[in-house]
T-cell receptor, first 111, second 115 residues
Framework: QKEVEQDPGPLSVPEGAIVSLNCTYS??????FMWYRQYSRKGPELLMY????GNKEDGRFTAQVDKSSKYISLFIRDSQPSDSATYLC???????????FGTGTRLLVSP | DAGITQSPRHKVTETGTPVTLRCHQT?????MYWYRQDPGHGLRLIHY???????DKGEVSDGYSVSRSKTEDFLLTLESATSSQTSVYFC??????????????FGPGTRLTVT
């Protein structure tokens, strides 16, 4: 079993929809959680960072962590075609030298 | 791409040949990483460096070696390439303030095909 599980998709939604992307994990020591966005044939870029449990909002994006369920989510409101990309969750316990990434969910937002 | 370049960007090589990939940064970040990305596996850490001549293994280090003789350069070597090493390789950097950071900046990637 992988430490971090993520549905590969693709997830197809119409423009303006609310998108929910999720990861589950097995290591209860994880306490730092990140979402990276990766456009086709590009390197990933950090989108959101959350420490421990709770919510964090940045514009149209909200990251949510439920440590009791070992479940993290990324919500995208008013989705745009430019949001079409692969979204990778990443997490670590102490220190940031070794991030564990999910496999990524491919999101397609149609106009 | 935050001052990170990777070379070559594309390479096709034959099984059994040595291959060296180069990552160059202009950001003076302390930490440098090599990942490979494969369908169904996501990003997996191969090796990382926390300073000049200081390196450590990641999750999938077998068959790979690294060297860092200067802050700005991190080399990944496949001593004898195998078809299972066909992948997209990403370099990343972090730690502008000296310590490791949750934010890693990724390079554009190198597509390596081993025939």
């Amino acid at each position: 079993q992988k430490e971090v599980e993520q549905d590969p998709g693709p997830l197809s939604v119409p423009e303006g929809a609310i998108v929910s992307l999720n990861c589950t994990y097995s290591n209860s020591a994880f306490q730092y959680f990140m979402w990276y966005r990766q456009y086709s044939r590009k390197g990933p870029e950090l989108l959101m960072y959350t420490y421990s449990s709770g919510n964090k909002e940045d514009g149209r994006f909200t990251a949510q962590v439920d440590k009791s369920s070992k479940y993290i989510s990324l919500f995208i409101r008013d989705s745009q075609p430019s949001d079409s990309a692969t979204y990778l969750c990443a997490m670590t316990s102490t220190g940031f030298q070794k991030l564990v990434f999910g496999t990524g969910t491919r999101l397609l937002v149609s106009p | 791409d935050a001052g990170i370049t990777q070379s070559p960007r594309h390479k096709v090589t034959e099984t059994g040949t040595p291959v060296t990939l180069r990552c160059h940064q202009t950001e003076n970040h302390r930490y440098m990483y090599w990942y490979r990305q494969d369908p169904g596996h996501g990003l997996r850490l191969i090796h990382y460096s926390y300073g000049v001549k200081d390196t450590d293994k990641g999750e999938v280090s077998d068959g790979y070696s690294v060297s860092r003789s200067k802050t700005e350069d991190f080399l990944l070597t496949l001593e004898s390439a195998t078809s299972s090493q066909t992948s997209v390789y990403f370099c990343a950097i972090s730690g502008s303030a000296g310590g490791a950071s949750y934010e890693q900046y990724f390079g554009p990637g190198t597509r390596l095909t081993v025939t």
